[in-house]
C-alpha cells in the first residue's frame, strides 16, 4: 500500500501577541487523484483547509478541500505549500502553484515567514444593507460592498468588531457566501482590523483568511491612502498580516510553524 507524506502548519501568526493564525495540513501525492478521494482525506484531517500538492510536468499543481467542499482559492493553504515546498525541496527561487483559476508565485521571505502572491479581488458594485445584515451581524454596518469572492462589509469601529456575535441563521437567510467584516485599526500598529465570516458551511468562521486579504488590501489602499499594510485579523486563534497592493496583485506575508509530520496510510 502506497503511503503520502504531510506536513502541518500554522500560518499568518504572531505566537508574541498570541496569535495562532490558521492550520493547513499539506499532503504531496505523486499525481493528479479524484476530487471525492481528496474530500474524503479533508473529512479525515478537519483542518480549515487540507492542501494537496503534486509535480505535473516538473509545474506545481495545487488543490484544496474544507471538510465539506473544495475550495476555489485558498489563501492560508497556498502560504502553507510554499512552507512545505522550501522546507522539503530546498527550492531558492520563486515556486509557481497552478491552481483551479489562477498561478500564485509564493518564496521564502525569511527564516519563519513565506509569501504569496494573489490576484486581487476588486469591488464590484455597493449594495444596499439590507435588514438580515443589521440583524446577523448585529452591531453597526456602514456599508456593503459585493466582490467575486467574499463580500465586504464596513463597520464603525474595532471594537464592535471584536464584540460581534454573528446569528448565522439569519446569515443563512441570504445566499451569500461569505463576509469581510472589517474596520480602521485603534492603533497605530496596524492598519485594519477583519473577521471572516462564512455562514454556509461547517466552520462558520475562519481563522486567518488570505483570500479576504487579497480583496481588503485593494478596499482599503484608496480609504487609506497607501499600498503597504500591517492588519489583524480578529478571530479566537487571532492572524496578523502583512501585505501590499502591486499593480493588481496582493502580496501577502506570513510567518509559519511547522506541527507536525505523519504519512497517510490508506487512501
Known amino acids: 500500500m502506497q503511503e503520502y507524506d504531510f506536513e502541518t502548519y500554522r500560518v499568518f501568526t504572531n ?23 481528496l474530500q474524503q482525506i479533508a473529512a479525515d484531517f478537519w483542518q480549515p483547509a487540507t492542501t494537496f500538492l503534486w509535480r505535473e510536468n516538473n509545474d506545481w499543481k495545487v488543490k484544496w478541500f474544507a471538510p465539506d467542499a473544495e475550495i ?16 522539503n525541496f530546498g527550492v531558492d527561487e520563486n515556486i509557481i502553484l497552478q491552481a483551479n483559476n489562477q498561478l500564485i508565485k509564493g518564496g521564502k521571505y525569511n527564516d519563519d515567514k513565506c509569501f504569496i502572491e494573489l490576484d486581487a479581488i476588486p469591488v ?3 449594495l444596499e444593507v439590507e435588514p438580515y445584515l443589521k440583524k446577523g451581524f448585529g452591531i453597526p454596518i456602514i456599508s456593503h460592498f459585493q466582490t467575486n469572492n467574499k463580500h465586504i462589509v464596513l463597520v464603525e469601529s474595532e471594537e464592535d468588531l471584536k464584540s460581534m456575535q454573528p446569528n448565522f441563521e439569519r446569515l443563512r437567510s441570504s445566499e451569500i457566501f461569505g463576509y469581510s467584516v472589517t474596520a480602521r485599526s485603534n492603533s497605530d500598529e496596524y492598519d485594519f482590523v477583519s473577521r471572516t465570516i462564512v455562514p454556509h458551511v461547517q466552520q462558520l468562521e475562519d481563522p486567518a483568511t ?9 478596499f482599503w489602499s484608496p480609504r487609506l491612502n497607501k499600498t503597504q499594510f500591517k492588519s489583524l485579523q480578529l478571530s479566537k486563534r487571532g492572524g496578523m498580516f502583512c501585505g501590499e497592493l502591486i499593480g493588481t496583485k496582493v502580496k501577502l ?3 509559519y510553524q511547522k506541527i507536525n509530520r505523519g504519512s497517510i496510510c490508506s487512501f
Open 15 to 37: 505566537l508574541k501577541i498570541g496569535f495562532y493564525g490558521n492550520t493547513s495540513s499539506v499532503v504531496l501525492l505523486s499525481g493528479s487523484t479524484e476530487a471525492n478521494k
Open 72 to 87: 476555489g482559492i485558498c489563501g492560508h493553504g497556498s502560504l502553507a505549500a510554499i512552507a512545505f515546498i522550501q522546507n
Open 124 to 126: 464590484t458594485k455597493e
Open 210 to 218: 488570505g483570500s479576504s486579504h487579497a480583496a481588503l488590501i485593494p
Open 253 to 255: 506575508y506570513g510567518s
